[in-house]
């Protein structure tokens, strides 16, 4: 199955700052099949890009993605105090679709 | 907008069957994918498996032998079912939608524990 490792596990930054998550897949995504959620306690995750880099419906500019092959980059270009949270990114090109570990940002 | 709103046992005790259902609300179940996904606790999500309108289904490897996926489509619903049940089953359990395996819709979710 395809693996995927999110880097760093934890990111501290403050509001206003840019944040920059990675997630590396073990084998290559050629069809860029790859989404980002932000989960937050006591809630359901929530969808932020899939495909590699198309915004959900509702989701911020200031949320972007990009990448290719085996390496994704979810960026936030300047942080929200809602946005700290942790975030999962997730292959569903390859069966058994698979999460990475998650990256928790935080203040 | 759709909603999906999910329900089953929550206390079970090992070796019992955990039974969810995720009821669909405001669209159609044709054209998707019906994902169920579950967080142990202080763990990261994990993929259990999705089934689709006709009924197709495909599950984690790890949970295959254990796991059957169902949908009714005259209910508006998809179930799920995972027998002999152990403590590393407890987990918060979310049903979702997605149309080509991404979840852009998510049950409120339903924390189910395993214990003697």
């Known amino acids: 199955e395809v693996v995927l490792t999110q880097s760093p596990g934890t990111l501290s930054l403050s509001p206003g700052e840019r944040a920059s998550l990675s997630c590396r897949a073990s084998q290559s995504l050629s069809n860029s099949y790859l989404a980002w959620y932000q989960h937050k306690p006591g809630q359901a995750p929530r969808l932020l890009v899939y495909?590699?880099?198309h915004r959900a419906t509702g989701i911020p500019d200031r949320f972007s993605g990009s990448g290719s092959g085996t390496d994704f980059t979810l960026t936030i270009s300047r942080l929200e105090p809602e946005d700290f949270a942790v975030y999962y990114c997730h292959q569903y090109g390859i069966s058994p679709y698979t999460f990475g570990q998650g990256t928790k940002l935080e203040i | 907008q759709v909603q999906l709103q999910q329900w089953g046992a929550r206390l079970l005790k090992p070796s019992e069957t955990l039974s969810l259902t995720c009821a669909v609300y405001g669209g159609s179940m044709r054209g998707y994918y019906w994902t169920w996904v579950r967080q142990p606790p202080g763990k990261g999500l994990e993929w259990i498996g999705e089934i689709n309108h006709r009924g197709r289904s495909d599950y984690s490897p790890s949970l295959k032998s254990r796991l059957t996926a169902s949908i009714d489509t005259s209910k508006n619903q998809f179930s799920l079912r995972l027998t002999s049940v152990t403590g590393a089953d407890t987990a918060v359990y979310y049903c979702?939608?997605?149309?080509?395996?991404?979840?852009?819709?998510w049950g409120q979710g339903t924390l189910v524990t395993v214990s003697s």
């Open positions: 979702a939608r997605g149309e080509f395996g991404e979840l852009e819709s």
């Open positions: 495909g590699t880099s």
